[in-house]
């Protein structure tokens, strides 16, 4: 038994250094801040070891660590009262297989985002940074700029939107040339 629980340590230690990069990238992908990142990610690894995970190969364990990811974050989300942004979670998954197939293009996306980011001011910058940086919900943020709280989602969707576009543009990527 002494050997199995050795092995099994040492196969998880490699796991953990192959994929908390990873993980901790798809959780900031899908609306984490780095502090919720962080914590996220070892949480992540806990539960897969609590679970007596057995890897299969690379991309099933990456897709497994993916859906505990996922899954504590929404938990997470819930304890606070929040629910996820605009993004649909449900496609999420596929869109970040497709971003990281090509490790160098998180590169490339995080500076088109950063450059279409810069073009985003006034409340409409506030709001972002607001959500985003301080993890504020809807109703914070409109007594903070004196707004109402559907105001602020659909400044909020028509920003996500223009950064969309942008993005694409920067990237000339659009979904449809990738199905």
């Known amino acids: ?8 340590r040492a196969t998880f230690e490699r796991i953990i250094h192959a994929h908390q990069r ?4 798809y959780l900031r992908f899908i609306g984490c801040s780095a502090p919720e990142a962080d914590d996220l990610t070892q949480e992540t690894f806990l539960a897969a070891w609590k679970a007596d995970f057995d890897e299969i ?7 497994y660590l993916r859906t505990v ?3 504590r974050f929404l938990m997470m989300l819930r304890a606070r009262g929040r629910r996820p942004a605009e993004t649909d979670l449900v496609d999420v998954d596929a869109d970040w297989v497709q971003l990281v197939e090509n490790d160098d293009g998180w590169d490339v996306r995080t500076v088109a985002l950063e450059e279409c980011l810069q073009g985003v001011q006034g409340k409409a910058r506030q ?8 993890d504020l919900r809807y109703a914070d943020i409109a007594a903070t700029l004196g707004m109402k709280p559907e105001g602020v989602r659909t400044l909020m969707k028509r920003v996500i939107a223009k950064l969309r576009e942008c993005m694409e543009r920067k990237l000339e990527w659009a979904p449809e040339k990738n199905d």
């Open 57 to 63: 190969n690379e991309p099933a364990t990456a897709a």
């Open 127 to 134: 709001v972002i940074d607001m959500q985003y940086g301080q």
């Open 69 to 71: 990811a996922k899954s």
């Open 1 to 8: 038994m002494q050997v199995a629980s050795i092995d099994r």
């Open 22 to 25: 990873g993980v901790w990238r």
